[in-house]
């Protein structure tokens, strides 16, 4: 048998080493506001200009939060960094590890895996709209859902949890958490009486029309954008 070179030996040790303190880092700390806008611009989740939504609406910013969640790296550090804000709420961490996690929308389905692997949660599920209801994509029995975390990319209106809190109640079951990467100030902080807790408040601009819009005053130009 040959002898394996040591250096060898050091170079993985000191990489498994590196790899931990990585890691220990990431899972201590929340990570700033300003550290998540860093990521949300690095990835391209989070744009600067001049846009226009499908409803006519204008503004100077544009999310896309799935671009954060393509790498492994960054959709780690946000969910890690979101449950460690429900790791701390006594009532949750006491439940643990029953509880379900669950995303209202397809936009939340890589939160809300992030979060239960972070908090080791027992169940997750996730919804979506059909013929205008929001649904469980899984078929549900009444009195199976443990209590539950929402978790969401990003918190508009507040519509989609809200309408989630009625299914979670019609299900039998009840919401000890909720929150999401981004919260716009704009949506409510608080679903029922559980306090919605995100690693961004974002103060977004938003214009009805075009006569409102200051960039359309300076004559910026436009990009029409998805949703
Ligand atoms: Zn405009």
Redesign the pocket.
Known sequence: METPDPSLFTHNSSLITHHLLLEKKMVDLIPSSDTVMEILKRTGAFREG?F?YPNGK?SPHYFQMPLAFRYYDTARVLAVGLSRKFRVDRDISSQLPKVAVISPSSGGIPVAFGVRDALSAEQIYWAEQEGGNRMFRQYVNKGEVNPCIIVDDIIRSGHAIEETLELVKTLGSKVIGCGAIVRFTSAPDKLGDVPIRSLVEFDAHM?DS?DA?S??KKEAP?EHVRF
């Open positions: 001049h226009v204008h214009y075009g819009c960039d359309c436009l």
